[in-house]
């Protein structure tokens, strides 16, 4: 296993249009989180997942926001109408339930909208 | 709610000397955890403590839970180059599904 997967590295999207990221976790971990990076912040919980129910949403994740995790394996962000403001690091981990020593994060998805 | 200060907030040393790095809270934690981030890349873990007073070496890096559990530090020993990076405290809350929170970030820089 070599870790969180996250695709595409890089987006550009003008503003208005739709983007979706997705993100592999490890495969034995059941615990998947989304996380957003703002330049110069340390990352802010977005949503959980435990297999492919979501049980938690931040404030944070608005109504243009959805992520999905369809068969607990891989999971989707998706951005509708994106904003200026939506410019960011979205960061994928996991963790299994089991274990207590913090997450696996992915390398992100740095979205640059225009 | 809960909020994670770190201090410095930046900082500029020479290859070699010593590292010491803050983290305070306004909450209880029941893990600390200590993350470092290069640019372009994902937090990787660097140390995990579980037990208030636990003090805890992963190489030339130290890290302590505060007996208050409400905070951390951490000291990496003769920094080299490679030390360069942002390095997060972040407080696990032991929930259902043991959320994560981050605070702002120590940017390291180490001068050859």
């Known amino acids: 296993d070599t870790g969180v997967s996250q695709n595409p590295r890089h987006k550009i999207t003008k503003r208005g249009q739709n983007v979706t990221f997705r993100c592999d976790p490890i495969?034995?971990?059941?615990?998947l989180y989304w996380y957003r990076q703002t330049l110069g912040q340390g990352p802010e919980f977005l949503t959980y997942?435990?297999?492919?129910?979501?049980?938690?949403k931040s404030r944070l994740l608005s109504d243009r926001f959805s992520a999905e995790r369809p068969k607990g394996s891989f999971s989707t962000l998706e951005i509708q109408r994106t904003e200026q403001g939506d410019s960011a690091m979205y960061l994928c981990a996991s963790s299994h339930f089991r274990r207590e020593d913090g997450y696996t994060f992915g390398s992100g998805t740095r979205l640059t909208v225009v | 709610g809960q909020q994670l200060n770190q201090s410095p907030q930046s900082m500029f040393i020479q290859e070699g000397e010593d590292v010491s790095m803050n983290c305070t809270s306004s909450?209880?934690?029941?893990?600390w955890l200590w993350y470092k981030q290069e640019p372009g890349e994902g937090p990787v873990l660097l140390i995990a403590?579980?037990?208030?007073?636990e003090l805890t070496s992963n190489g030339r890096l130290t890290a302590q839970f505060g007996i208050t559990r409400k905070d951390s530090f951490l000291n990496i020993s003769a920094s080299i180059p490679s030390d360069v990076g942002i390095y997060f405290c972040a407080g696990q809350v032991k929930t259902s599904y043991d959320k994560v929170i981050f605070g702002p970030g120590t940017s390291l820089s180490v001068i050859p």
């Open positions: 997942f435990q297999n492919e129910a979501q049980l938690e």
């Open positions: 909450s209880i934690f029941n893990t």
């Open positions: 403590l579980y037990k208030a007073g």
């Open positions: 495969s034995e971990h059941n615990r």
